[in-house]
């Protein structure tokens, strides 16, 4: 285990060096006259040595506490050497060495954790599954258990589009999230959720099983993602439905989009201001169609994702909520907390927390397997 723990970490520090080498590079690209002129260029490289930062200082840390831990060792091994430098080596070393060692592992972590860490901002679909009405007030839990969480977080919360049920439930709602790290918070989230409890319209106290499904949308930047409104983009304007008055009977203000590519659709009817919907339409668009060529381009992303927690495929199962016995169940690392309650407050920790580690146990296996190389590379 220590030989395969070692021949990682030396798979880690070469790819650090190259990407220190790269963050290094950029500098001297971004000193020249061509990029300086070019505002485009300049932010996409400031933007692409940012996120190198993360490795890159790291790297020169572990490169000098490696050094300092030869030379204490040397000094050690070395029974011409004055007693005193023995000792104060003695007594530097262990410390250094934990350093270096939070240093790897905060660097693993790091690469592990890259795409997902420099996704900002999310879009969180929640549509009721089977089981009519409670479903659908089992959907407006879900979102209120997230509102919590993000509150929580600090991160920023905004619905984009909303359908209500007759009894205040949700048969559908999509909400955007963002703040630094959101991804790797809400990125567990997306699969099919159930519910086990006595609904609201249960008049024997009969349990009941209903569902939900939630997805989770990367909300690409502008320039990760290119799309063509007026080419790309089929645009249908209509009257929106529904109670509204006037403005509802005589403006033409809901928005069809449809990507003439993917086939993907979003309607947006929600505002009164036609402007308003067409601008909701195409951030909740751009995200469906980023989300489709990201998941068709990185095939070894998704060929991981099946030694990992899961695809987040609304298919599959992920999580049980029993409410007569106050506990959540997650499938995916058969997980059991009987702190229910809390949980749809948001309380959310204990429970990413340990997704969190399960996942970092997988990754770390494949790369023992497959190295560095593809890691923290876009």
């Known amino acids: 285990m220590s030989e395969e723990f070692g021949e990682l970490e ?13 963050y290094d590079a950029l500098s001297d690209q971004m000193s020249t006259p061509e990029v300086a002129g070019n505002a485009t260029k300049m932010t996409a490289l400031l933007k692409e040595q940012g996120r190198l930062r993360r490795f890159a200082e790291p790297y020169q840390k572990l490169k000098q506490i490696t050094q300092q831990i030869a030379e204490d060792k040397a000094i050690l091994e070395d029974r011409s050497a004055d007693r005193d430098f023995q000792d104060m080596a003695r007594e530097e070393l262990p ?6 060692s939070d ?56 619905v984009m589009d909303m359908s209500s049920s007759e009894r205040g439930g949700f048969r559908e709602v999509v909400v955007n999230i963002k703040g630094e790290g959101v991804f790797q918070d809400f990125g567990y ?9 006595v609904p609201e319209t249960e008049a024997q106290g009969r349990i009941h099983t209903s569902a939900a499904t ?3 949308l990367p909300e690409p930047d502008e320039i990760d993602i290119k799309i063509d409104w007026d080419k790309d983009v089929l645009e249908h304007v209509s009257r929106a439905g529904g109670p509204g008055g006037q403005n509802v009977n005589k403006v033409s203000s809901a928005i069809r989009l449809e990507h003439i590519e993917t086939g993907i659709t979003v309607s947006m009817r929600d505002e009164k201001s036609q402007h308003k919907n067409r601008a909701k339409a195409r951030r909740i668009m751009a995200s469906r169609v980023f989300d489709h060529f990201r998941s068709k381009q990185q095939s070894q992303i998704d060929a991981a994702r099946k030694t990992m927690i899961g695809s987040g495929d609304r298919s599959q199962r992920i999580r049980t909520y029993n409410f007569p016995q106050n506990r959540l169940t997650d499938h995916r690392i058969n997980v059991d907390l009987y702190k229910l309650e809390m949980v749809m407050q948001g309380d959310l920790d204990e429970l990413l927390g340990a997704l969190k ?7 770390l296996q494949n790369l023992a397997k497959e190295g560095f190389g593809a890691v923290a590379k876009r």
């Open 214 to 216: 939630v997805a989770v």
């Open 357 to 363: 580690m399960h996942d970092r146990q997988k990754r």
């Open 189 to 197: 989230e997306g699969g099919g959720h159930r519910v086990q409890r």
């Open 10 to 22: 030396s798979k880690l520090m070469d790819r650090l060096g190259e990407l220190a080498l790269r």
């Open 103 to 158: 240093l790897l592992e905060a660097a693993t972590d790091a690469m592990l954790t890259d795409e997902e860490a420099a996704i900002s901002s999310v879009l969180v679909e929640i549509r009721a599954g089977t089981g009519g009405e409670e479903a659908a007030l089992f959907a407006r839990d879900l979102f209120e258990m997230y509102q919590r969480y993000a509150g929580r977080k600090g991160y920023s919360f905004e």
């Open 95 to 100: 410390g250094l060495q934990k350093q270096r």
